[in-house]
């Protein structure tokens, strides 16, 4: 069974940090091409940052120069650094692997940025 489970989620003050982790399991995790993804109250999910196999990494413009995607293959576990953060960063992430025509998301985790 495949699972996705994100982690790190919360309220943070504007321009604080935050670090979402996403653990993966039943996958061979360093086949899959790793992302973030984000939906905001009344928007559609858009993709935040994505990093392949061999770990080329690229970003929606919005969160350029303040967000970092990572892999550690060894722990089977992608994550995303948040620095800088905005208000319009407040949506649900969810950690997304894909490979091929075969995809799996996670349940989602809330990140509020609000003073």
């Known amino acids: 069974q495949v699972q996705l489970v994100e982690s790190g989620g919360g309220l943070v003050q504007p321009g604080g940090s935050l670090r979402l982790s996403c653990a993966a399991s039943?996958?061979?995790?360093?086949?899959?091409?790793m992302a973030w993804y984000r939906q905001a109250p009344g928007k559609q999910r858009e993709l935040v940052a994505r990093i392949t196999t061999g770990h080329n990494s690229n970003y929606v413009d919005s969160v350029k120069g303040r967000f970092t995607i990572s892999r550690d293959n060894r722990k089977n576990t992608v994550y995303l650094q948040m620095n800088s953060l905005k208000p319009d960063d407040t949506a649900v992430y969810y950690c997304?692997?894909?490979?091929?025509?075969?995809?799996?998301w996670g349940q989602g985790t809330q990140v509020t940025v609000s003073s």
């Open positions: 997304y692997a894909g490979i091929l025509r075969r995809d799996y």
């Open positions: 039943g996958i061979i995790f360093s086949n899959y091409n």
